[in-house]
């Protein structure tokens, strides 16, 4: 008697950093023509503070933000910000909006000097990318986290060449 063995499809992540939100619109407008529902997504941000000067100015800004990344999705997604020492004030939208704001000992995870970088590791991003990732989000990047089947990624980043 032959045994099979299945082989089980793997789930992996998908980092890149871009300079301009566009550009993040751009690939996930590529996402909905490719039709692929079956991915997770996150963006993250950082604020420029330059412009904080007062209350309403942060205001408007967050509401502005958080709008655009709703925009880019048919379906509800989850909107956050929150502190870190290291990076700034950051908003991230999608599926780690929860790992981000999780509280351990009333601190969000997100808001510890080190909880971006134990997130991104957590996710299987390799030391090095991790660290460049957050270097790149710090100086005004945006990161654009996708997790997925490795099929349906293979397929993502085709279509973005």
Same mark, same amino acid.
């Given at each position: 008697?032959?045994?099979?063995?299945?082989?089980?499809?793997?789930?992996?992540?998908?980092?890149? @950093?871009? @300079?301009?939100?566009?550009?993040?619109?751009?690939?996930?407008?590529?996402?909905?023509?490719?039709?692929?529902? *079956?991915?997770?997504? @996150?963006?993250?941000?950082?604020? *420029?503070?330059?412009?904080?000067?007062?209350?309403?100015?942060?205001?408007?800004?967050?509401?502005?933000?958080?709008?655009?990344?709703?925009? #880019?999705?048919?379906?509800?997604?989850?909107?956050?910000?929150?502190? =870190?020492?290291?990076?700034?004030? /950051?908003?991230?939208?999608?599926? #780690?909006?929860?790992?981000?704001?999780?509280?351990?000992?009333?601190?969000?995870?997100?808001?510890?000097?080190?909880?971006?970088?134990?997130?991104?590791?957590? /996710?299987?991003?390799?030391?090095? @990318?991790?660290?460049?990732?957050?270097?790149?989000?710090?100086?005004?990047?945006? #990161?654009?986290?996708?997790?997925?089947?490795? =099929?349906?990624?293979?397929?993502?980043?085709?279509?973005?060449?």
């Amino acid at each position: 008697m032959k045994s099979k063995i299945k082989e089980t499809n793997q789930k992996r992540v998908f980092l890149k @950093s871009y @300079s301009k939100f566009q550009q993040i619109e751009k690939a996930i407008e590529a996402l909905k023509v490719s039709d692929n529902n *079956n991915l997770q997504i @996150s963006i993250i941000g950082k604020f *420029n503070e330059d412009h904080w000067d007062d209350t309403k100015t942060l205001i408007a800004l967050e509401e502005d933000m958080e709008t655009k990344c709703k925009a #880019l999705f048919e379906y509800p997604i989850d909107f956050g910000i929150l502190s =870190n020492p290291d990076i700034g004030t /950051l908003f991230i939208t999608g599926f #780690l909006v929860s790992m981000f704001l999780q509280e351990i000992e009333l601190k969000e995870i997100g808001a510890m000097l080190t909880g971006p970088y134990g997130i991104l590791r957590g /996710l299987g991003i390799d030391k090095e @990318s991790a660290y460049l990732s957050l270097k790149a989000l710090q100086k005004g990047d945006y #990161l654009m986290i996708i997790r997925g089947f490795e =099929n349906e990624l293979k397929q993502f980043e085709a279509d973005l060449k």
